[in-house]
């Protein structure tokens, strides 16, 4: 298993850099640039990621470094086999949009709009059109997830590898 998944990483690392437009000491250190900054930037998004579960799941708990510790290193193991096993980062982003950005931009803010406005539902015109928003936005981020996802296997099961 592991023998193919890096079998794969060389194919399709191999195949980026052969189709780079450019090569050179330029795109060299701009490669270089790039990893170190996904390096030292990943531990920052591991805090507040880290921050969100301890108050979701444990409300009101003391601080515990043991707890924190334990949440890290399931957040890292998480990533870092989800990254093993979808190797496309344009799948990631589909994934990442069609869940997070259809939830933030079109079912969230309808769906609070819902909940605080005190009027009825069958009353008001406005949170009719909310809820009509909130079934779009959801219909739209299923869509759009399961067409990510279709996406992915019909490339992994073709000869091509998959990159972007």
Known sequence: MQEALDTRLVTELTYFHSHLIYTGVPMDI???SMTIAVILG???TIFPCRESIDRLFFP???YSYPRLAVITLV???LTY???ALIPSF?????LSG???KTAIGYVLPPLFYIMIKPSKLKEDKQKIAALVILIVGTSAGIASAVATIVNYVQKANSDVPIVG
Request: glycine content about 8%; charged content about 5%; cysteine-free.
């Open 98 to 100: 069609a869940i997070t």
């Open 75 to 77: 957040v890292i193991t």
């Open 90 to 94: 344009s799948t990631i982003l589909g």
């Open 42 to 44: 990943y531990p920052l």
């Open 60 to 62: 009101g708990w003391d």
């Open 30 to 32: 701009l490669l270089v």
């Open 81 to 83: 086999t989800i990254a």
